[in-house]
């Protein structure tokens, strides 16, 4: 196959660019997925709150690179920096990362002293808290119409499918390096810090350990993650709106982590890209129906028409099946596979346990 | 002058009919909590489970079309006993396994059954078979003999759930249970059934305190539940998690700070003030305003 | 203090500068929960370089007072000092690093970590604790580990673990979990221990091999607070005693001394027998 000769990458076929949205997508979720990692898997603390992380580097990537409200017909919002691509892009990821890595340390240092199941409602409520900012205070973020014309850095000087390439290479090379960067950090004596808070506050705390602080660290160290997670999905959909910053976000990842084994940065990607390819590739039942409706001799096909029939026939269907899968992928992991595909079973036997 | 008074009375009349309304549900969580210690959230889906039955019941869909206030007991009695089976197929399994994986496995039922619901009967907004009445007003401040009814139902519900915790048996053994199951289960508690029919209180509380919320704030849609669940676990944390009379307490202050909020602050951040107050709790009293030990 | 201070006749046979303070001095503690006085207007010192027993029927509220001292809970009233400063307002880890270091009745493992990552948390002041420092100095960071690492190697055949130096610690026994608690502690460094019940569940000749292992920290130079229940052990191996009943200090001293006391000998065998 010539697809990776140059003069092929200008025009995909459809299920190549297809491949490569999902693939793309995929790489942000285990950023964001990695992010979780080190709250939950490293540190134990319960984040059921992430996406407001993700959207918060979202938003300030949009914010700081969208063209001004003069420029935009039916702006509420009030600036837009309009940095210059693709040179404003590592401003824009880094803002994005360090504006994750605040709110959450914000979020963390309201609620890091509660015992874990508490923190779960905490991050929870935030997040929420967060999201209805986000929603209502339109003169910042346009409200919920959403700020759509992020730059998509590159694109006026390549065609579709080769900036599709480009950004998703990029995608890779930024996934690897924060990879790289975070498993030398769970290597390290930090790593072993986190883990010790992990498996019992009490003695960390008996052994000199600032646990606090630790927390919040990990706290912002998974943030920040998460936020450039948000600023690199913002570049790459070219629009930010409420709707993409949904508690379901949070839960998918979880689910993500939780299949892909915690406490490992493999398990993190692997669980992501599983996830996302499965949701993705759900996108394409009605398709595959159809199609197989038209290739099918005709009793076969009158067959299938008659045992799909009794199935409700709105919009919301297939999507929701999607979720009701990810809701039993959660069930069924925690009961049958705690650690995951690529989880330690030793490691993750004191996780979020009181002292 | 007048004008504010009035306004101010009809919106604390708001805020206790709605708080109300919370504290059916919050009682509900509270008191699953008590027996199994985790915090559910699943919990908010028998709150919707219970609103789309009783739309069912009473007129959508079934071809049933029973008085709303027969579809709200069949209702509460069906999502009760679905709540005792949703114990069983997901949450005793793990029962010896910590809390933890408890509250995790409660998201994913909480997905499975919002989702599954939205996957039945799509996403479109649902409106139970209430009529509109004329509010009933004195001096410029009263309400709809709708919402009084469902004021006095969920004050009617409290009562009941009072009456249970206080004078009968269900009630000490559960209040055994949940003091510490093993010394209960020594002292020949049957604490598997105890854990069973809290589930059902617990699970009907949810649906009817669907039902009221559906009555109050149509039209309502799958993730009605999943919505209001930060809500009731502010009311829930305020009391101090575990403790019914302060679930009831917590609810009540909830749903008039929610409406003062909503009247005198933003009309935006309805939820918002719940949150508010929830991260609020557990910032200052992570133990509740009843305080002591939990 | 209640307690005569010639009866300090420093057994372990040398005096701090600041010789009439005791290293750790425990002022009139008060601790409630609820309507229960657990630990009732305590006072005793614990001497520098010494091994004091506290003793006290079960309930007493020894391990409760181990955690106000600790910091890990803080008494209703009272104070505590460590080396002549109050310490009762401050943070556990704080208390720690003063030099204080204390083991559980029940230990907190670090169960999902390896015996060796165990130890190795334990050890004080490293560079590569901090993120930053842990990515950008790799070279200081190696140097540490490799020093933390023949520590580690040495505290864990000192408590004879090294053959489970690779186990996750979810794998070892109730008194393997002791040992690798105490030899946490170790790493610590702390001038005093405190230890609860740390023969509790250790199997009997290994806990002779521990108690020598105690007089020899102790002849290094470091102060040891336990608690124990087994009286002879008491009697034979503490320089000072310390009865604990119903949250208060019944009596202090030397063990022949406070084995005589009638009060003592009442209450706490009276204790033992409604146990
Ligand atoms: N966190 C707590 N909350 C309530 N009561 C407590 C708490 N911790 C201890 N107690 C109570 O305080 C009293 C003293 O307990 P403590 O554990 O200090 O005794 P102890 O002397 O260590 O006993 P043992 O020899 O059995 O270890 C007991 O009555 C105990 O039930
Ligand atoms: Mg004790």
Redesign the pocket.
């Known amino acids: 196959m010539g697809v990776f000769t140059p003069t092929a990458l200008l025009s995909l076929p459809g299920w190549g660019s297809f491949l490569l949205t999902v693939l793309t997508i995929a790489g942000i979720y285990s950023l964001l997925t990695l992010g979780l990692n080190i709250h939950y898997g490293y540190t134990g603390l319960i984040n059921f709150g992430h996406v407001a992380f993700f959207a918060a580097g979202a938003y300030t990537a949009a914010l700081l690179t969208v063209p001004p409200p003069a420029q935009v017909s039916g702006a509420e919002y009030v600036f837009g920096l309009n940095l210059p691509m693709p040179l404003g892009l590592p401003i824009s990821l880094v803002a994005a990362a360090v504006v994750g890595g605040l709110l959450a340390t914000l979020i963390g240092a309201t609620s890091v002293r509660l015992g874990s199941h508490y923190l779960a409602v905490a991050t929870f409520a935030l997040a929420g808290i967060f999201g209805s900012v986000l929603e209502n205070e339109a003169w910042l973020t346009n409200g919920s119409f959403g700020l759509n014309s992020v730059p998509k850095p590159g694109r006026a000087a390549m065609s579709a499918d080769t900036w599709a390439v480009a950004y998703f290479v990029f995608v890779v090379v930024v996934l690897v390096v924060v990879a790289f960067v975070l498993s030398r950090l769970t290597g390290s004596p930090f790593g072993r810090l986190l883990k010790g808070v992990r498996e019992s506050e009490d003695a960390a705390q008996m052994l000199g350990k600032n646990t606090i602080r630790v927390k919040l660290t990990s706290f912002a160290i998974g943030g920040a993650v998460a936020g450039l997670a948000g600023g690199l999905y913002a570049h790459y959909v070219g629009s930010v709106v409420v709707q993409q910053f949904v508690p379901a976000v949070t839960f998918t990842v979880w689910a993500a982590l939780l299949l892909g084994g915690v406490a490992s940065n493999t398990g993190a990607v692997f669980g992501a890209f599983l996830l996302v390819g499965f949701r993705e590739s759900t996108r394409f039942l009605t398709n595959i129906y159809d199609s197989l409706l038209a290739s099918l001799p005709t009793v076969a096909a009158d067959a299938l028409r008659l045992a799909v029939e009794p199935l409700p026939d709105h919009a919301s269907f297939v999507p929701s099946l999607r979720f009701v899968v990810i809701g039993l992928l959660i069930v069924l992991v925690i009961r049958y596979r705690p650690e995951g595909v690529f989880g330690d079973p030793n490691e993750i036997d004191a996780i979020g346990e009181e002292d | 002058m007048v004008a504010f008074v009035t306004q101010f009375v009809q919106t604390l009349i708001y805020g206790l009919i709605e708080g109300s309304v919370i504290s059916v549900g919050a009682v509900g969580l509270t008191l699953s909590y008590g027996v199994t210690r985790f915090i559910n959230f699943a919990y908010g889906e028998f709150l919707t489970y219970g609103a789309y039955l009783a739309l069912f019941l009473s007129g959508a869909g079934l071809g049933l079309s029973l008085p709303l206030p027969v579809a709200t007991i069949v209702a509460v009695l069906v999502v009760g006993a679905f709540g005792v089976g949703v114990s069983r197929v997901f949450f005793e399994p793990l029962s010896d396994r910590g809390p933890l994986p408890l509250l995790i496995t409660s998201i994913g039922v909480a997905f499975i059954l919002r989702y599954a619901l939205t996957a039945a009967v799509g996403v479109s907004a649902k409106q139970l078979p209430v009529p509109l009445m004329r509010p009933v007003e004195v001096f410029g401040v009263g309400t709809t003999p709708l919402r009084a009814a469902v004021f006095l139902v969920a004050i009617a519900t409290m009562l009941l759930i009072h009456v249970l915790l206080t004078y009968t048996m269900l009630g000490k053994t559960m209040r055994a249970t949940s003091g510490n199951r093993n010394l209960a289960e020594i002292a020949g508690i049957d604490t598997d059934g105890v854990v069973r029919r809290t589930w059902f209180i617990s699970a009907g509380a949810g649906a009817l305190a669907g039902v009221l919320y559906a009555v109050l704030f149509a039209p309502f849609r799958p993730t009605v539940g999943f919505e209001y669940l930060i809500v009731i676990f502010a009311a829930t944390l305020l009391g101090g998690i575990g403790r019914p009379y302060g679930a009831m307490i917590g609810a009540i202050i909830v749903g008039v700070a929610m409406n003062l909020g909503t009247t005198y602050l933003s009309a935006e951040y309805t939820m918002a003030y719940a949150f508010a107050i929830l991260v609020g709790v557990l910032l200052f009293k992570p133990d509740g305003i009843a305080g002591g030990?939990i | 203090m209640s307690r005569d201070s010639s009866e300090s006749d420093a057994a372990a046979g040398v005096t701090r500068s600041d010789s009439d303070a005791p290293l750790l001095e425990v002022d009139d503690v008060v601790k409630r929960?609820?309507g229960?006085t657990?630990?009732d207007h305590a006072s005793f010192g614990v001497e520098a370089e010494s091994i004091t027993g506290l003793i006290?029927?079960?309930?007493?509220?020894?391990?409760?007072?181990?955690?106000c001292v600790t910091g890990m809970?803080t008494p209703d009233s009272g104070a505590v000092r460590l080396a002549g400063e109050d310490v009762q307002d401050l943070p556990p880890n704080r208390i720690a690093q003063r030099g204080l270091g204390r083991t559980f009745?029940t230990p907190k493992i670090f169960r999902g970590m390896s015996v060796r990552e165990n130890l190795a948390f334990a050890a004080r002041g490293q560079t590569g604790e901090r993120p930053i420092s842990a990515l950008v100095r790799p070279g200081t960071v190696g140097s540490e580990e490799a020093d933390i690492r023949e520590r580690v190697d040495d505290t864990l055949a000192f408590l004879s673990l090294d053959h489970l130096a690779e186990e996750y610690a979810s794998g070892l026994s109730g008194g393997q979990r002791k040992l690798l608690e105490l030899g946490r502690v170790l790493m610590l460094d702390p001038e005093i221990i405190l230890l609860?019940?740390p023969m509790a569940g250790v199997n009997p000749s290994l806990a002779d091999d521990l108690l020598d292992r105690l007089h020899e920290l102790n002849d290094r130079g470091r102060t040891i607070l336990l608690?124990e229940?087994d009286m002879d052990l008491v009697m034979n191996h503490c320089d000072r005693v310390v009865v604990?009943h119903n949250?208060q200090t019944l009596a202090s001293g030397p063990p022949s001394i406070v084995q005589e006391d009638e009060r003592v000998v009442e209450a706490y065998l009276g204790g033992f027998e409604n146990?």
Do not use: C, R, V, Y
Request: a negative charge; hydrophobic letters at 40%.
């Open positions: 030990e | 929960f609820g229960l657990a630990i006290g029927p079960n309930g007493a509220g020894k391990s409760t007072l181990f955690n809970l009745q609860d019940e608690i229940h604990l949250g146990a």
